[in-house]
C-alpha cells in the first residue's frame, strides 16, 4: 500500500435495515439494484461500492446531494456507522480489525471531526468543548487549558474561552467546532458540511479561513459538502455522489472540463471556469495556428500555458493580437485567440 | 397594454370541480342519486341543505351501517329504542302496576282492619271500635290515594303513546335529513383516505341488523313487561366464581408471606435504617437548628420571598404543636424519595438505553400510577405488615413512576448529533452518560425529582391508614370522629409542608438550568 495513502476505501457498502445481510448476499449474487433492494428486503442503500483513497495532506471533498449518502460515508471512516461489506483503512490500519478500545483510541488521537450542527456542549463552556477530546484522554487540566487556548486562537476566538455556545453567533460557534476538532492534532480531518448551516458571507470567511489553516497545518481533510462552489473552492480532489454512489472522482478542473456523466455535466454547468481551466486546455497547438488578416503573432504577447482565464483576460483584453502560450523553456507551444478564450470561458474546453 | 380582466370574469372562468365519476366510485349503489345529492349539498351556503333520504328515514340504522357510518347507527338506534320502548310501554306496559299492587295490599289490611272493628265491637270495647275504625279509615284513604295515582299513571300511558309516535315520526325525518350530509363528510375524508369505508356493504349491515334486533328486543322485554324474566336483569352467575378465586388468592399471599418472610423483613429493615437516621436528623436535633437550617437554605437556594413564606409555614408548625408530627412526615417522605431517586434514576438511565425493557417496564409505570392506592395497601400489609416501612413503601410505588418517566425523557431529548460528536472524540458509553447525557437531561430529572416527593407527600394520608402515623394520622382520625377542626389544622400543615418542599426544590431546580 502507498505510504502516502491516509485514508482507503475499497468497495464499501451500507445496507440500513433488518435484512441487510441477505439483501448484502443478494446484491452479491444477483446483482440487485437500490429500487428492488428496498421492494424486496424492505432495506435501504445508503452508500454503495463506493471506493477511493484520501493522500496526506490532501482536501479530499466528497459532493452530493442531500440523500446521497455524503454523511454516511464520512461516517464510515471512524466507524460511527459500520459498513455492511468493504474495508476501510486509516494510516494503514484495517478500521474494521480494531478492537474496541483502539477504536476508541484512534478515534481521540487520530481523527478530529466536525459537524454540521456544530454539536457543541451546550452545558460546557468554549474552553471545556474544545478540551473535551483531550479531557476524554484524561489529560490534566493545566494541558487542557492550555491545549484549547492554542486551539482557539488557531481560528481566531481569543478571549472567548469563558463563553458558552449558546453566547456565540453561528459562525463563531462553528469555529469553535473547528477548534475542538484540532485539539487533539490529529492526523485526519472528518467535516461533515461543516458550513452549510451558515449565511453566505460567514462561508465564505469560514471557507478562506479554512483554506488558510490548511495552508499551515497541512492536515489531511475528508471534507463533505452539497455545494459544488465549495468543493471547488476548497478541494484537491472531488468525489462526485448520486444515489450513495461515487460516479466521479477527479480534480476540480478535469471535473468542469471533463464531467463523467449527465448529472456532472448539469451541476458543472454553472461553474464559472475562469480559475479552473488554464491556457494549455483550450490552445489551438502554435504550429497549426493560421493567423487570420491584420494578425501578426510576433507582436503578440506571450504567457506561460500554465496561466488560467482569469489572467488570460486580463492580457488579451490589453491587445489586438491572439495570445501565444509557451512552455517552461519560453517556447511557443499554442495560441488563444479571443474567440477560443470566450469559448473556454463558456465550456471550459 | 395587458388587457384588465376583471375579478367577476376571473371567477366566472373557473372551471367546474366534476367530482361524479368519485361519486359514483364512493357509493357504489344508486350513484347517481349520490352525484346529485352531494352536488347539492357542496353547492349549499353556510352548510346547510334541504336533502332527504328515503332509505336511510326509512331503515335509520340498518341504512347507517351498510353505508358504513357507524357513528350514525349508533345515534339512530340509541334514540329509535328509546321511542321503542315508550312505544311499548305504551301499548301493552302494566303502567301505574306498582301503584295498584300497593292499593290492593293496602285493602287486604283495611278488610283485616274491619274484621277487627267487628271483634272489638263484639267485645263491647267502645275504645277498641273507635281507635280500629280510625285506623281502617286512614287505610281506605291511602288505598283510594293509590288507585288513583295508578289510574293517573296508566292514563298517562295515551300519553306516552302520542309521545312516542310523534317522536318517531320527527327521528325518521331527521334520519331521513342527516343522512346526505353525513355520507357527504364520509365522501370528503374518504377521498384523502382510502381506509374509509365506502359502498354499500351488506355483510355489515346484517351484522348491525343483528346488533338492532338483539338491543331492540332485549331492551323492550327489561323495560316493557311487568315481569322480566331473572337472567335479563341479573348476570346469572352469582358468587358461584367469585368465592374460590377470593379464598384462593388468600392462600398463595398467606403461603408466599411465610415462605419469603426473611426477604419482606429485609427489606423493612433496609427501610427502617435509612428512616432513622432521617428522623434523628430532622427529630433528634433541636428544633430551633432545624428551622434555621430549613430557612437558610429556602433562602439560598429559592430567595428571599420563598423564605420568608417558609418561616411563616414553620411558625404555623409550631404553634399549633405539629413540629415532631412534621418532622416525622418529611423523614416518611425523605426517605420515600431518596429510595424513588436511588432507584428511579438508574431504572430510567436503563429505560432509555434498552427499547426492549422499556416497552416491558411502561405498562408496570401506568399500572403503578393507575392503580387506586387503597388497592395496593392491601398485598403491603399482606406482606410487609403496619407501620412506618411498608408506609414509605406504599408511598414508592405512586411516586417512583415520575422519575423513571423523566430520566428516560430527559435522556431521550438529548441531542444525538452532540451525543455522536462526543463518540467521534473517541468517549465511551460511560464517558458519554457522565458527560453529556446526565448533564443535559439534568432539567428533565429535576421535575422529576420534584413530582416524586410531590406524589409521595400526596400519599401520607393514606400511608397513615397502615399506621405511618405523621400528620396524615391526625386528618385520618379526624376522618373519623368527624373532628372538622383537627382535619383542617392538620391538612394546612400537610400544605404547608408541600408548598415548601415544592418552592425550595423548584428554585434551586431553576439555579441548575441558569447555571446549565
Given at each position: 500500500m502507498n505510504n502516502d495513502v491516509v485514508i482507503e476505501l475499497n468497495n464499501a457498502w451500507k445496507i440500513f435495515g433488518e435484512h441487510a445481510e441477505e439483501a448484502m448476499q443478494a446484491v452479491n449474487s444477483?446483482?440487485?439494484g437500490k429500487a428492488e433492494i428496498l421492494e424486496k428486503y424492505g432495506a435501504v442503500v445508503g452508500i454503495a461500492d463506493c471506493s477511493f483513497n484520501v493522500r496526506r495532506g490532501e482536501i479530499f471533498c466528497i459532493m452530493g446531494l442531500s440523500g446521497s449518502g455524503k454523511s454516511t460515508l464520512v461516517r464510515h471512516v471512524n466507524r460511527l456507522i459500520e459498513p455492511t461489506a468493504g474495508e476501510i483503512f486509516l494510516l494503514g490500519e484495517d478500521v474494521m480489525k480494531l478492537s474496541p478500545t483502539a477504536l476508541r483510541e484512534m478515534r481521540a488521537k487520530r481523527i478530529g471531526m466536525v459537524f454540521q450542527h456544530m454539536?457543541?456542549?451546550?452545558?460546557?463552556s468554549v474552553r471545556d468543548n474544545v478540551a473535551y477530546p483531550l479531557e476524554i484522554r484524561g489529560e490534566s487540566k493545566a494541558r487542557r487549558w492550555d491545549v484549547s487556548q492554542h486551539s482557539l486562537s488557531l481560528v481566531g476566538l481569543?478571549?472567548?474561552?469563558?463563553?458558552?455556545?449558546?453566547?456565540?453567533s453561528g459562525g463563531m460557534q462553528q469555529r469553535v467546532g473547528l477548534a475542538r476538532a484540532l485539539a487533539s492534532d490529529p492526523d485526519v480531518l472528518l467535516m461533515?458540511?461543516?458550513?452549510?448551516?451558515?449565511d453566505p458571507l460567514i462561508r465564505r470567511q469560514l471557507q478562506d479561513q479554512f483554506i488558510a489553516l490548511s495552508e499551515q497545518l497541512h492536515k489531511t481533510t475528508l471534507f463533505i459538502t452539497h455545494d459544488l462552489d465549495e468543493a471547488i473552492r476548497l478541494g484537491t480532489r472531488i468525489a462526485i455522489m448520486k444515489d450513495g454512489r461515487i460516479v466521479q472522482i477527479g480534480t476540480p478542473e478535469e471535473i468542469v472540463?471533463?464531467?463523467?456523466?449527465d448529472y456532472v455535466r448539469d451541476f458543472v454547468?454553472?461553474?464559472?471556469k475562469l480559475k479552473l481551466v488554464f491556457a494549455h486546455t483550450i490552445q489551438v497547438p502554435f504550429n497549426q495556428y493560421k493567423p487570420m488578416e491584420g494578425e501578426d503573432l510576433s507582436r503578440s504577447p506571450r504567457v506561460s500555458q500554465d496561466v488560467d482565464l482569469d489572467y488570460l483576460i486580463d492580457v488579451a483584453v490589453k491587445t489586438t493580437q491572439p495570445t501565444v502560450t509557451t512552455d517552461e523553456n519560453g517556447n511557443d507551444v499554442g495560441v488563444v485567440s479571443k474567440d477560443r478564450l470566450l469559448q473556454g470561458i463558456r465550456d471550459g474546453k | 397594454m395587458a388587457e384588465v380582466i376583471s375579478t367577476v370574469e376571473i371567477l366566472e372562468e373557473i372551471p367546474e370541480v366534476d367530482i361524479s365519476d368519485s361519486v359514483r366510485n364512493f357509493a357504489g349503489q344508486n350513484g347517481d342519486y349520490y352525484i346529485r345529492e352531494f352536488k347539492r349539498i357542496q353547492a349549499?351556503?353556510?352548510?346547510f341543505c334541504w336533502t332527504f333520504n328515503l332509505g336511510s328515514a326509512v331503515f335509520g340504522p340498518l341504512w347507517a351501517t351498510a353505508r358504513g357510518l357507524w357513528g350514525l347507527f349508533w345515534i339512530f338506534s340509541v334514540l329509535e329504542m328509546v321511542l321503542l320502548v315508550m312505544l311499548g310501554l305504551g301499548l301493552w306496559g302494566d303502567l301505574g302496576i306498582d301503584k295498584f299492587n300497593r292499593a290492593d295490599r293496602l285493602q287486604v289490611n283495611y278488610e283485616r282492619m274491619l274484621d277487627r272493628v267487628e271483634a272489638a265491637r263484639e267485645k263491647g270495647d267502645e275504645v277498641g271500635v273507635e281507635s280500629f275504625q280510625n285506623r281502617a279509615a286512614s287505610l281506605a284513604k291511602a288505598r283510594d290515594k293509590a288507585r288513583a295515582e295508578g289510574e293517573a299513571i296508566a292514563a298517562g300511558g295515551t300519553r306516552l303513546l302520542v309521545i312516542a309516535i310523534v317522536g318517531l315520526i320527527l327521528l325518521k325525518l331527521f334520519e331521513g335529513w342527516v343522512a346526505n350530509i353525513a355520507y357527504e363528510r364520509q365522501y370528503s375524508r374518504w377521498r384523502g383516505d382510502r381506509t374509509v369505508r365506502s359502498g354499500l356493504n351488506w355483510s355489515i349491515g346484517a351484522l348491525g341488523l343483528v346488533i338492532i334486533l338483539f338491543v331492540y328486543v332485549v331492551t323492550l322485554v327489561r323495560f316493557t313487561f311487568s315481569n322480566p324474566p331473572d337472567y335479563i336483569v341479573e348476570?346469572?352467575?352469582?358468587k358461584k366464581l367469585y368465592d374460590p378465586i377470593a379464598s384462593g388468592i388468600d392462600y398463595w399471599f398467606d403461603l408466599a408471606s411465610q415462605n419469603f418472610a426473611f426477604l419482606f423483613l429485609g427489606v423493612s429493615r433496609g427501610i427502617r435504617i435509612i428512616l432513622d437516621a432521617v428522623e434523628i436528623l430532622l427529630v433528634g436535633t433541636p428544633w430551633p437548628v432545624v428551622m434555621a437550617v430549613i430557612i437558610i437554605f429556602a433562602y439560598r437556594s429559592a430567595g428571599i420571598r420563598v423564605a420568608i413564606f417558609t418561616a411563616a409555614a414553620l411558625v404555623y408548625i409550631g404553634v399549633l404543636g405539629y413540629w415532631e408530627k412534621s418532622m416525622a412526615t418529611v423523614a416518611l417522605l425523605g426517605t420515600a424519595s431518596f429510595l424513588c431517586v436511588a432507584i428511579g434514576i438508574p431504572l430510567g438511565v436503563w429505560f432509555a438505553r434498552s427499547e426492549r425493557a422499556f416497552s416491558f417496564g411502561r405498562p408496570i409505570l401506568d399500572l403503578m400510577q393507575t392503580m387506586p392506592s387503597f388497592v395496593y395497601l392491601i398485598p403491603i400489609i399482606a406482606f410487609?405488615?403496619?407501620?412506618?416501612p411498608p408506609g414509605i413503601l406504599a408511598s414508592m410505588i405512586f411516586g417512583l413512576p415520575p422519575i423513571i418517566r423523566l430520566t428516560t425523557l430527559g435522556l431521550r431529548q438529548v441531542p444525538k448529533d452532540v451525543v455522536e460528536a462526543a463518540r467521534a472524540f473517541g468517549a465511551t458509553n460511560r464517558q458519554i452518560l457522565r458527560d453529556i447525557e446526565i448533564p443535559l437531561a439534568t432539567p428533565s430529572i429535576m421535575a422529576g425529582v420534584n413530582q416524586t416527593i410531590l406524589m409521595c407527600l400526596s400519599l401520607v394520608v393514606i400511608a397513615a391508614l397502615i399506621d405511618?402515623?405523621?400528620?396524615g394520622y391526625d386528618v385520618l382520625e379526624a376522618l373519623q370522629y368527624a373532628a372538622k377542626g383537627q382535619g383542617i389544622l392538620a391538612g394546612i400543615a400537610i400544605l404547608f409542608c408541600a408548598i415548601v418542599i415544592d418552592r425550595v426544590i423548584q428554585g434551586k431546580f431553576k439555579d441548575t438550568e441558569k447555571g446549565g
Open positions: 444477483e446483482g440487485l454539536a457543541l456542549l451546550p452545558h460546557r481569543d478571549g472567548f474561552e469563558d463563553r458558552f455556545p449558546r453566547e456565540l461533515d458540511e461543516p458550513f452549510s448551516a451558515l472540463t471533463n464531467p463523467a456523466d454547468q454553472n461553474i464559472s | 349549499s351556503k353556510h352548510g348476570i346469572p352467575i352469582g410487609f405488615g403496619t407501620g412506618k405511618a402515623k405523621g400528620l
